[in-house]
């Protein structure tokens, strides 16, 4: 049972165009969203997050934007830069209770110089 | 200065083997967290700790057991290892509940033969 779904396992893009990552998830009670890069043999690292009384956030180069009624954020990121080249993971949660955060299965970027 | 710090990096073992691995976080944060990310690069949650309490098992084998003697770390403890362990665990650390993201360490690559 996939609650959260990165439906694109890979996309390249040319350096200084717009990369858009997207993510699905079918859990209404999620609340804060994050993403998250990871390069090989490294932990992923935080890179943005939005809360859901929000529908965008905006950090440098990094946007994400929230749809809830689709339960549906992306994350653009303008202009791409080779470095951005990694895997790129959402990760929708719960601040209420025991929360925890469910990770997508991640895109991986690959920013063509 | 390494915010989240496991050890090893990479532990190649047989099959019915006992192993441990460590993790240290010096951010002062209260929870702590395992995850595991399989073949299919899932990154799924096995345990978390709140100031040395487990608050979340994810119906994890009990061949898994971790232990937390102070909120700095959280170690894991894996028990007759089998083919099917094989796979990257993240150690990760957030400063507690409510909106904030986890900060992740580099990673052990297990590898059972």
């Known amino acids: 049972d996939q609650q959260v779904k990165q439906n694109s396992p890979s996309l390249s893009v040319q350096e200084g165009r717009i990369s858009i990552l997207n993510c699905d998830y079918t859990?209404?009670?999620?609340?804060?969203f994050l993403w998250y890069k990871k390069y090989p043999a490294e932990g992923p690292t935080f890179l943005i997050s939005i809360s859901s009384i929000k529908d965008k956030n905006e950090d440098g180069r990094f946007t994400v934007f929230l749809n809830k009624s689709a339960k549906h954020l992306s994350l653009h990121i303008v202009p791409s830069q080779p470095g951005d080249s990694a895997v790129y993971f959402c990760?929708?949660?719960?601040?209420?209770?025991?929360?925890?955060?469910?990770f997508g299965t991640g895109t991986r970027l690959k920013v063509l110089a | 200065d390494t915010a989240v710090s496991q050890t090893p990096k990479y532990l190649v073992t047989q099959m019915g083997n006992d192993k441990s691995i460590k993790c240290e976080q010096n951010?002062?944060?209260?929870?702590m967290y395992w995850y595991k990310q399989d073949s299919k690069k899932f990154l799924k949650i096995m345990f978390s700790?709140?100031?040395?309490?487990?608050?979340i098992n994810e119906t994890v084998p009990n061949r898994f057991s971790p232990k937390s003697p102070d909120k700095a770390h959280l170690n894991l403890h894996i028990n007759s290892l089998e083919l099917g362990d094989s796979a990257v665990y993240f150690c990760?650390?957030?400063?507690?509940?409510?909106?904030?993201?986890?900060?992740f360490g580099n990673g052990t690559r297990l590898t059972v033969t």
């Open positions: 859990n209404s009670m999620f609340d804060y």
């Open positions: 990760a650390s957030s400063p507690g509940q409510g909106y904030s993201p986890l900060h």
């Open positions: 990760a929708p949660g719960r601040t209420s209770g025991t929360y925890k955060y469910i």
């Open positions: 700790y709140n100031n040395k309490e487990l608050i």
């Open positions: 951010l002062g944060h209260d929870t």
